[in-house]
């Protein structure tokens, strides 16, 4: 590979589940290189899986990555569809080219028929690991020719395994990490054809990223032994190999790798919880990669100029929800209020705001508390007492509203504000102070049951700006009624 070669990176998911966490930060990471340095980003689907692999992976994998905004210059556009000039970027349609290749291995070798059975590859496997070796003893390399017809005789289908050095070491240089050292002794003969015809992953991710030209291999560090393998069979096959860089591990707040118990299980579900695509972008740029002057918030432009693989850490990342929630807060109070409240309609009509909406503008109600917004969910949950009936919280019925003397504080807000003019937020301000003046009332005691009265909650917008964008009349009928049951 030389200098000046294009830079191409890829994404390779198995369609075996949705799109987590790590693989949409590997996503994200290897669109970022590419797009950094000019570059194209390839998206391929490695259903090598027959039995796992669903369509409706697919699908989420897809959708997934296109939400993150992440749009792939190579690859597939739907379950039907692909764009591209390196033939299908779904590996069970590529099965002649890693057949083609499998038969020149043999030819040369470097490769051999396996016909050992499950049975006998777990005893195997378990005598390795009394005597800490590889863990497949390649005892089918040397078989005869008679040999082979017997196991096709009794019905054995033969496996094609990789035939690793037995002695020395393995080397990979890695951007992150360094040259890494792999044994040679450690590591088995891998499969690289099934006994059904079909490639293996480590074979195939090798065949596809040399025809696809990838010049650098961007991954989780959980495929760091898998590489050794790999650079054999490049140099096997007198290919050179792309640039690794393998990725630090995310781990949860509890310090164990992360997984679903520590919170959504798909990058969808963010998505579904009101997370923005650009805040979770922002953060999952930071789970192992940072600027000298660790900055942490970026555009979308800002972080394509600042990210390059040396900001890459080797050091386990923590994923921590609490952070992920403050900066998607932070990104939408920086929202325009006419796009917040676009990116907030599919909950708003989920809540039953959307259509037919009877209230205040929503762009003023949105205004008022945008600070205060973290998820897109919140919209309606903390505006939906502007725009129907309100249901009390335990805390406004029984600490506030069921105290001494709020009955008669409830309908004396009645008769002052159904005739109070002008019904704007400081003169109503300044009015209610007076009521608690006359009455020898702290403010306190005339807030908290107004606020709770009006609203139904404890907490929620600045009061008096609240009143006047619900109006007069349902404030005081909501005071009335509210009053009317504490009887």
Not at 27 to 35: D, E, G, H, Q, S
Not at 142 to 155: I, M, N, P, V, Y
Not at 181 to 196: A, P, Y
Not at 279 to 284: D, E, T, V, W
């Amino acid at each position: 590979m030389t200098d000046n070669q294009e830079i191409r990176t890829r994404f390779a998911p198995s369609p075996t589940g949705f799109l987590h966490i790590g693989g949409a930060r590997t996503t994200l990471y290897n669109w970022l290189f590419a797009r950094h340095h000019g570059g194209k980003f390839i998206l391929r689907i490695e259903d090598t899986d027959e039995v796992r692999s669903t369509e409706e992976s697919v699908t989420a994998i897809l959708d997934s990555i296109g939400w993150l905004g992440l749009e792939w210059d190579e690859g597939p556009v739907d379950l039907d569809r692909e764009t591209g000039s390196f033939g299908s970027y779904y590996q069970m349609k590529r099965l002649p080219l890693y057949q083609q290749h499998v038969q020149r291995l043999l030819q040369e070798g470097k490769a051999y028929h396996c016909y050992c059975t499950k049975d006998e590859l777990e005893a195997i496997r378990r005598e390795a690991q009394k005597e800490n070796r590889a863990s497949y003893d390649g005892r089918c390399r040397s078989l005869t020719d008679r040999q082979k017809k017997d196991h096709e005789a009794a019905g054995r289908r033969p496996a094609v395994r990789f035939h690793m050095p037995d002695e020395g070491a393995t080397m990979v240089p890695d951007i992150i990490r360094g040259e890494v050292s792999f044994e040679n002794r450690l590591q088995q003969d891998l499969v690289i054809q099934k006994t059904t015809g079909g490639p293996t992953y480590n074979f195939a991710c090798v065949v596809d990223d040399h025809l696809m030209r990838i010049s650098h291999v961007i991954r989780g560090d959980e495929h760091l032994s898998n590489t050794p393998a790999q650079m054999q069979i490049y140099r096997a096959l007198g290919w050179e190999p792309p640039k690794f860089a393998h990725l630090s591990m995310i781990m949860g707040p509890d310090g164990t790798k992360l997984s679903k118990r520590h919170g959504a299980t798909s990058v969808l579900e963010y998505r579904d919880q009101g997370f923005l695509a650009e805040a979770l972008r922002n953060y999952l740029a930071l789970l192992g990669w940072s600027t000298s002057d660790s900055r942490q918030l970026f555009t979308p432009a800002e972080l394509i100029r600042a990210f390059d693989l040396s900001g890459c850490q080797k050091n386990p990342a923590t994923f921590d929800p609490v952070k992920l929630t403050w900066m998607n807060g932070e990104y939408m109070r920086h929202l325009p209020v006419s796009e917040l409240i676009a990116r907030a309609e599919p909950f708003l009509e989920a809540a039953g705001l959307s259509s037919a909406r009877q209230g205040p503008p929503l762009e003023r109600v949105v205004a008022m508390e945008q600070e205060k917004f973290k998820l897109l969910k919140d919209v309606p949950e903390r505006l939906d007492f502007f725009y129907r009936e309100t249901e009390l919280t335990a805390q406004a019925r029984d600490k506030v509203l069921r105290a001494v003397g709020v009955r008669e504080i409830l309908s004396g807000l009645a008769e002052l504000l159904e005739r109070h003019d002008p019904y704007e937020d400081k003169s109503l301000e300044g009015a209610i102070r007076q009521f608690c003046a006359e009455r020898g009332l702290k403010p306190g005691q005339v807030f908290h049951p107004l606020r709770a009265a009006v609203s139904g909650r404890t907490e929620g917008p600045t009061l008096f700006l609240m009143l006047e964008l619900l109006g007069r009349d349902v404030v005081v009928g909501r005071l009335r009624k509210i009053a009317a049951g504490l009887v």
